[in-house]
C-alpha cells in the first residue's frame, strides 16, 4: 500500500478544508501549552486538546463556492 500518491497540477480542480472529528475518535485528553503574543512565547498557558489519529473529518460541501466538484469526488453511500 502507497503511503503518498504523487499528482500534478492538472489533477488537482480545487480545495477544500476539512476539521477534525474529535467527538468519534475520542479526543477528550487536555495538554497545556504555551501561548504566543506577537509571534514571541509567553510563560502564559492554555489548554489544548489532543487530537487522536483518525481518517474521519466534517466537510461541509453546501456553503462552499465549489461544492459540485467536491460532491462529484463523494461516494453517494455517504
Do not use: G
Request: proline fraction near 4%; glycine fraction near 0%; include cysteine.
Amino acid at each position: 500500500m502507497d503511503l503518498f500518491t504523487s499528482l500534478t497540477s492538472q489533477d488537482i480542480v480545487c480545495t477544500v478544508n476539512v476539521q477534525h472529528n474529535c467527538i468519534d475518535s475520542k479526543c477528550t485528553n487536555m495538554c497545556q501549552q504555551r501561548m504566543c503574543q506577537e509571534r514571541i512565547v509567553t510563560v502564559r498557558m492554555k489548554a489544548v486538546v489532543e487530537h487522536q489519529p483518525t481518517p474521519h473529518y466534517f466537510l461541509n460541501t453546501y456553503s462552499i463556492h465549489n461544492c459540485n466538484l467536491i460532491q462529484m469526488a463523494i461516494p453517494e453511500t455517504l
